[in-house]
Nanobody, 125 residues
Framework: QVQLVESGGGSVQAGGSLRLSCEAS????????MAWFRQVPGKRREGVAG????????WYADSVKGRFTISSDNDKKMVYLQMDSVKTDDTATYSC??????????????????WGQGTQVTVST
């Protein structure tokens, strides 16, 4: 049974940093696409970043490029989202997602079938 459990959300001031973690279990971790999405109530879910757990293929949304970094620890079966220089527009519920091969690192809603429960990030001025 695929399980994705996010942690690390919270409140942070604009300009600060936060690191989100996603612990994966229930499937062979190498060889999957892992991604972070975010959603604000009343808006569509937005892809933030994605990677393939083998190799260096990564993708970032334009809105976070240069500020956020996605990474994976295959030994620990963890995927991380380092959020730097955060803005109030980054306030959202962030969810971890997984898709098995064939898959895309582009975090597109509908391309990923397994999801975590989400963790709230609130950025204040």
């Amino acid at each position: 049974q695929v399980q994705l459990v996010e942690s690390g959300g919270g409140s942070v001031q604009a300009g600060g940093s936060l690191r989100l973690s996603c612990e994966a279990s229930g499937f062979p971790y190498p060889g999957n696409c892992m991604a972070w999405f975010r959603q604000v109530p009343g808006k569509r879910r937005e892809g933030v970043a994605g990677l393939f757990t083998i190799g260096t293929s990564k993708w970032y949304a334009d809105s976070v490029k240069g500020r956020f970094t996605i990474s994976s620890d295959n030994d620990k079966k963890m995927v991380y989202l380092q959020m730097d220089s955060v803005k109030t527009d980054d306030t959202a519920t962030y969810s971890c997602a997984r898709e098995s091969r064939p898959c895309t690192v582009v975090a597109t809603d509908g391309e990923y079938k397994s999801w975590g429960q989400g963790t709230q990030v609130t950025v204040s001025t």
